[in-house]
Protein backbone atom coordinates (compact mmCIF):
# COMPACT_ATOMS: atom_id res chain seq x y z
CA UNK A 1 0.00 0.00 0.00
CA UNK A 2 1.39 3.17 -0.94
CA UNK A 3 1.01 5.97 1.35
CA UNK A 4 0.40 9.22 -0.42
CA UNK A 5 2.92 12.14 0.82
CA UNK A 6 1.15 15.22 1.62
CA UNK A 7 2.87 18.67 1.27
CA UNK A 8 4.42 19.61 4.54
CA UNK A 9 3.25 22.83 6.14
CA UNK A 10 3.83 24.57 9.40
CA UNK A 11 1.38 24.47 12.00
CA UNK A 12 0.23 27.31 13.87
CA UNK A 13 0.54 25.29 16.97
CA UNK A 14 4.20 24.99 16.78
CA UNK A 15 6.22 28.04 17.77
CA UNK A 16 3.90 27.71 21.66
CA UNK A 17 4.67 23.72 21.06
CA UNK A 18 8.29 24.83 20.96
CA UNK A 19 8.73 27.49 23.81
CA UNK A 20 6.74 25.40 26.10
CA UNK A 21 9.00 22.38 25.28
CA UNK A 22 12.19 24.89 26.32
CA UNK A 23 10.69 26.22 28.98
CA UNK A 24 9.28 22.97 31.04
CA UNK A 25 13.08 21.99 30.20
CA UNK A 26 15.04 24.96 31.49
CA UNK A 27 12.54 24.70 34.66
CA UNK A 28 13.88 21.13 35.27
CA UNK A 29 17.46 22.58 34.64
CA UNK A 30 17.31 25.15 37.41
CA UNK A 31 15.67 23.09 39.60
CA UNK A 32 17.05 23.02 43.16
CA UNK A 33 20.00 20.34 43.35
CA UNK A 34 18.30 19.00 46.71
CA UNK A 35 15.63 17.99 44.41
CA UNK A 36 17.86 15.89 42.90
CA UNK A 37 19.52 13.48 45.08
CA UNK A 38 18.22 9.70 44.99
CA UNK A 39 18.01 7.53 48.65
CA UNK A 40 19.90 4.22 48.61
CA UNK A 41 19.68 3.43 52.03
CA UNK A 42 18.13 5.38 54.92
CA UNK A 43 17.78 4.52 58.89
CA UNK A 44 15.96 7.32 61.34
CA UNK A 45 16.62 5.11 64.70
CA UNK A 46 13.77 7.54 65.85
CA UNK A 47 11.62 5.79 64.02
CA UNK A 48 12.73 2.42 65.06
CA UNK A 49 11.64 -0.04 68.24
CA UNK A 50 13.68 -0.76 71.12
CA UNK A 51 15.55 -4.01 70.82
CA UNK A 52 17.53 -5.86 68.02
CA UNK A 53 18.42 -3.50 64.97
CA UNK A 54 18.88 -6.48 63.00
CA UNK A 55 15.96 -7.72 61.52
CA UNK A 56 14.02 -4.17 61.58
CA UNK A 57 13.70 -2.58 58.21
CA UNK A 58 16.28 -4.35 56.41
CA UNK A 59 19.30 -4.35 58.59
CA UNK A 60 21.09 -7.93 58.11
CA UNK A 61 24.09 -9.51 60.26
CA UNK A 62 27.28 -8.74 58.53
CA UNK A 63 29.26 -11.91 58.91
CA UNK A 64 28.70 -14.41 61.57
CA UNK A 65 29.76 -12.28 65.25
CA UNK A 66 26.95 -12.39 67.21
CA UNK A 67 28.34 -10.55 70.33
CA UNK A 68 27.02 -7.67 72.22
CA UNK A 69 24.19 -8.14 69.10
CA UNK A 70 23.47 -4.08 67.98
CA UNK A 71 20.72 -2.66 70.05
CA UNK A 72 17.82 0.47 69.76
CA UNK A 73 17.52 2.70 72.62
CA UNK A 74 15.47 5.59 72.85
CA UNK A 75 15.96 6.07 69.25
CA UNK A 76 19.56 5.66 69.11
CA UNK A 77 22.37 2.60 68.13
CA UNK A 78 25.32 2.75 70.29
CA UNK A 79 27.69 0.89 71.93
CA UNK A 80 30.52 1.27 74.07
CA UNK A 81 33.59 0.69 72.85
CA UNK A 82 36.80 -0.33 73.39
CA UNK A 83 36.24 -4.36 72.70
CA UNK A 84 39.15 -6.21 71.93
CA UNK A 85 37.05 -8.72 69.44
CA UNK A 86 34.45 -8.05 66.48
CA UNK A 87 30.95 -7.87 67.83
CA UNK A 88 27.94 -8.24 65.96
CA UNK A 89 28.08 -6.32 62.65
CA UNK A 90 24.90 -5.35 60.61
CA UNK A 91 24.58 -3.95 57.09
CA UNK A 92 21.87 -1.94 54.91
CA UNK A 93 21.68 -2.74 51.54
CA UNK A 94 20.99 -0.72 48.52
CA UNK A 95 18.78 -1.86 46.15
CA UNK A 96 21.81 -2.15 43.94
CA UNK A 97 25.67 -2.04 43.68
CA UNK A 98 27.08 1.87 42.97
CA UNK A 99 29.86 0.73 40.57
CA UNK A 100 32.61 3.22 39.14
CA UNK A 101 31.04 5.64 36.02
CA UNK A 102 32.45 5.40 32.70
CA UNK A 103 32.56 9.06 32.83
CA UNK A 104 32.70 12.03 35.15
CA UNK A 105 31.87 11.75 39.01
CA UNK A 106 29.35 9.74 40.52
CA UNK A 107 29.00 11.45 44.36
CA UNK A 108 27.57 9.75 47.15
CA UNK A 109 26.40 11.28 50.15
CA UNK A 110 26.93 9.14 53.10
CA UNK A 111 25.37 11.06 56.04
CA UNK A 112 25.24 10.14 59.95
CA UNK A 113 23.82 11.92 62.99
CA UNK A 114 25.91 11.09 66.08
CA UNK A 115 27.93 11.72 69.14
CA UNK A 116 30.98 10.03 70.20
CA UNK A 117 31.41 9.09 73.53
CA UNK A 118 34.56 6.95 73.29
CA UNK A 119 36.74 7.47 70.93
CA UNK A 120 39.87 5.08 69.84
CA UNK A 121 42.61 6.07 72.00
CA UNK A 122 44.83 4.98 68.88
CA UNK A 123 44.91 2.78 65.74
CA UNK A 124 41.18 3.51 65.05
CA UNK A 125 38.76 0.86 63.81
CA UNK A 126 36.23 2.13 61.78
CA UNK A 127 32.42 2.60 63.27
CA UNK A 128 30.65 2.93 60.09
CA UNK A 129 31.55 1.96 56.43
CA UNK A 130 30.11 0.99 52.81
CA UNK A 131 30.51 -2.53 51.82
CA UNK A 132 31.36 -3.36 48.50
CA UNK A 133 28.25 -5.26 47.37
CA UNK A 134 24.49 -5.35 48.38
CA UNK A 135 24.39 -8.72 49.49
CA UNK A 136 25.83 -10.83 52.83
CA UNK A 137 28.32 -12.34 50.67
CA UNK A 138 31.55 -12.17 52.15
CA UNK A 139 33.75 -12.66 48.97
CA UNK A 140 35.04 -10.18 47.59
CA UNK A 141 32.89 -7.43 49.99
CA UNK A 142 35.21 -4.76 51.71
CA UNK A 143 34.70 -2.37 53.75
CA UNK A 144 35.28 1.39 51.92
CA UNK A 145 34.09 4.88 53.02
CA UNK A 146 35.47 4.14 56.46
CA UNK A 147 34.98 6.43 59.54
CA UNK A 148 36.91 6.48 63.00
CA UNK A 149 36.69 8.25 65.53
CA UNK A 150 40.43 9.06 67.45
CA UNK A 151 40.99 10.75 70.50
CA UNK A 152 42.72 14.11 70.40
CA UNK A 153 43.68 16.37 73.14
CA UNK A 154 40.39 16.40 75.66
CA UNK A 155 38.12 15.80 72.45
CA UNK A 156 38.98 13.71 69.47
CA UNK A 157 38.88 13.87 65.31
CA UNK A 158 36.71 12.03 63.06
CA UNK A 159 39.29 10.39 59.84
CA UNK A 160 37.97 8.89 56.96
CA UNK A 161 39.55 6.33 53.33
CA UNK A 162 38.22 5.33 50.49
CA UNK A 163 38.79 1.57 51.08
CA UNK A 164 40.89 -0.70 53.10
CA UNK A 165 43.90 -0.75 50.65
CA UNK A 166 47.74 1.29 51.61
CA UNK A 167 47.42 3.48 48.74
CA UNK A 168 44.07 5.06 50.07
CA UNK A 169 45.51 6.29 53.70
CA UNK A 170 43.34 7.72 56.39
CA UNK A 171 42.91 11.46 56.91
CA UNK A 172 41.89 13.18 60.12
CA UNK A 173 40.35 16.09 60.76
CA UNK A 174 42.53 19.25 63.12
CA UNK A 175 39.28 20.88 64.56
CA UNK A 176 39.23 19.13 68.14
CA UNK A 177 35.80 17.71 68.47
CA UNK A 178 33.79 17.37 71.68
CA UNK A 179 33.06 13.76 73.35
CA UNK A 180 29.18 13.49 73.96
CA UNK A 181 27.82 15.91 71.60
CA UNK A 182 25.77 15.26 68.59
CA UNK A 183 27.07 15.92 64.86
CA UNK A 184 26.11 16.07 61.59
CA UNK A 185 28.58 14.29 59.75
CA UNK A 186 28.87 13.85 56.09
CA UNK A 187 31.21 11.52 54.03
CA UNK A 188 30.83 13.39 50.20
CA UNK A 189 32.13 10.45 48.47
CA UNK A 190 33.72 11.14 44.72
CA UNK A 191 33.96 8.55 42.41
CA UNK A 192 35.56 9.45 39.66
CA UNK A 193 36.24 7.69 36.22
CA UNK A 194 39.69 5.91 36.20
CA UNK A 195 41.10 4.19 38.72
CA UNK A 196 43.12 5.37 41.74
CA UNK A 197 41.46 8.87 41.80
CA UNK A 198 38.55 8.42 44.15
CA UNK A 199 38.07 10.94 47.20
CA UNK A 200 36.11 11.81 49.96
CA UNK A 201 35.94 15.49 51.22
CA UNK A 202 34.01 14.81 54.86
CA UNK A 203 32.23 17.62 56.47
CA UNK A 204 30.90 18.18 60.33
CA UNK A 205 28.46 20.31 61.67
CA UNK A 206 25.32 20.62 64.38
CA UNK A 207 23.43 19.63 61.17
CA UNK A 208 23.44 19.57 57.81
CA UNK A 209 22.52 23.03 56.92
CA UNK A 210 25.42 23.63 58.31
CA UNK A 211 28.34 21.89 57.58
CA UNK A 212 32.09 22.70 56.99
CA UNK A 213 34.59 20.70 55.16
CA UNK A 214 36.89 18.90 57.84
CA UNK A 215 39.14 17.01 55.83
CA UNK A 216 39.78 15.11 52.69
CA UNK A 217 40.74 11.54 52.00
CA UNK A 218 42.80 10.83 48.41
CA UNK A 219 45.14 8.44 46.78
CA UNK A 220 48.78 8.44 47.90
CA UNK A 221 50.32 5.94 46.29
CA UNK A 222 50.64 2.47 45.70
CA UNK A 223 48.12 0.05 43.96
CA UNK A 224 44.60 0.20 44.48
CA UNK A 225 41.42 -0.84 43.01
CA UNK A 226 38.47 1.72 43.02
CA UNK A 227 35.65 0.49 45.36
CA UNK A 228 31.92 0.33 44.50
CA UNK A 229 29.45 0.44 47.00
CA UNK A 230 26.49 -1.65 48.01
CA UNK A 231 25.48 -1.41 51.67
CA UNK A 232 26.00 0.65 54.74
CA UNK A 233 27.63 -0.89 57.24
CA UNK A 234 28.00 -0.13 61.61
CA UNK A 235 30.82 -2.26 62.67
CA UNK A 236 31.95 -3.08 66.13
CA UNK A 237 35.35 -4.85 64.55
CA UNK A 238 38.42 -4.26 67.01
CA UNK A 239 41.04 -6.18 68.15
CA UNK A 240 43.66 -5.96 70.78
CA UNK A 241 45.21 -3.55 68.55
CA UNK A 242 42.93 -2.11 66.35
CA UNK A 243 40.54 -0.52 68.42
CA UNK A 244 36.89 0.63 68.25
CA UNK A 245 35.16 3.81 69.29
CA UNK A 246 31.93 3.78 71.24
CA UNK A 247 29.46 6.04 69.57
CA UNK A 248 25.85 7.20 69.56
CA UNK A 249 24.01 7.02 65.99
CA UNK A 250 20.95 8.53 65.69
CA UNK A 251 20.35 8.32 62.37
CA UNK A 252 22.66 6.80 58.49
CA UNK A 253 22.13 7.61 55.10
CA UNK A 254 23.16 7.05 51.62
CA UNK A 255 22.12 9.29 48.91
CA UNK A 256 23.25 9.60 45.24
CA UNK A 257 23.63 13.10 43.87
CA UNK A 258 21.95 12.97 40.29
CA UNK A 259 24.34 15.59 38.33
CA UNK A 260 23.19 18.74 37.38
CA UNK A 261 22.44 18.78 33.63
CA UNK A 262 23.73 22.23 32.38
CA UNK A 263 20.97 24.83 30.97
CA UNK A 264 22.44 24.07 27.53
CA UNK A 265 22.26 20.13 27.56
CA UNK A 266 18.39 20.33 28.98
CA UNK A 267 17.86 23.14 26.09
CA UNK A 268 19.50 20.96 23.46
CA UNK A 269 16.94 18.41 24.82
CA UNK A 270 14.09 20.66 24.39
CA UNK A 271 14.94 21.95 21.00
CA UNK A 272 15.21 17.75 20.01
CA UNK A 273 11.77 17.43 21.06
CA UNK A 274 10.33 20.75 19.63
CA UNK A 275 12.12 19.59 16.46
CA UNK A 276 10.27 15.74 16.28
CA UNK A 277 7.15 17.04 17.53
CA UNK A 278 7.27 19.67 14.29
CA UNK A 279 7.98 17.39 12.27
CA UNK A 280 5.39 14.90 13.44
CA UNK A 281 2.92 17.88 12.86
CA UNK A 282 4.53 18.35 9.67
CA UNK A 283 3.59 14.53 8.40
CA UNK A 284 0.10 15.14 9.93
CA UNK A 285 -1.12 18.01 8.03
CA1 LIG B 1 37.95 6.12 40.33
Redo the contacts with the bound molecule.
Sequence with gaps: MTVARLPARRSRNCPSTVAATIAACLTLAIAPLSARAQSLASADFGTYSDGALVGQNGWQQWRTETTSPLTVSAGRVAWPGGATTNNQDAFLPFPSDVV??ASGTTVLNFDMTLSVDAPSASNPSYFAALNTNNTSSTSGNFQNARIVAQTQGTGYVFGTRVNGQSGYPWSFGTQELTIGQDYALRAEIN????????FINLYVGPDFDNLSLYTTAGYGSGSVN?PSFGSIVLSQFGTASVIEAGVSVGSISVTQVVPEPSTIAMAGVGLAAAAAGLRRRMRQG
Design positions: QPMVAGNANDD
